[in-house]
């Protein structure tokens, strides 16, 4: 079985590069989509002084509800996929969990901060493709 990675955040990129994924399940029942959502870890959010279970329960709720949003797409697609989150920094937590499932590529939104933005800010999708040696494909 084909393994396809969608990482996903509440970005309407995200949305459409889930639906892109969706259309090549579609295409080929053999790919099994792995949908991902990263929760960065609370301290970045403010939330410093909570314990690690409230952390990790906060977590889990904040993944949950963006995951639900892109699970409704790929219900209403009829396409059969898993769905998972973890925590961390994006980019290397993306590239850790492709490894640790095997995909054979990744299918991820980009923002379109264009070539400027990328320079300033860094890109997580840009730090991605750096960081795995499967192919991924960006959708707007």
């Known amino acids: ?3 396809i990675l969608v990482p996903v955040d509440a970005s309407e990129s995200a949305r ?3 639906l892109h994924a969706a259309a090549l399940a579609n295409d080929n029942p053999a790919i099994q ?3 991902l ?3 960065e870890p609370l301290e970045v959010r403010s939330h410093a002084y909570l314990s690690p279970q409230e952390t990790k329960s906060i977590q889990a709720t904040d993944a949950q509800a963006v995951l639900q949003k892109v699970m409704e797409l790929l219900d209403e697609a009829g396409v059969a996929y898993r769905a998972d989150w973890r ?3 994006i980019a290397p937590t993306v590239a850790a969990y492709a490894e640790e499932i095997g995909c054979e590529s990744i299918v991820m939104g980009t923002r379109g901060l264009g070539p400027v933005g990328n320079l ?3 890109s997580v999708a840009t730090k991605v493709v750096h ?3 499967v192919p991924v494909t960006l959708v707007k």
Do not use: E, I, Y
Request: overall charge positive.
């Open 120 to 122: 300033v800010m860094g």
């Open 37 to 39: 959502n990263v929760q």
């Open 131 to 133: 960081l795995v040696k």
């Open 16 to 18: 459409h590069a889930a």
């Open 1 to 3: 079985m084909r393994k």
């Open 87 to 89: 925590a961390g920094d």
């Open 33 to 35: 989509l792995h949908l």
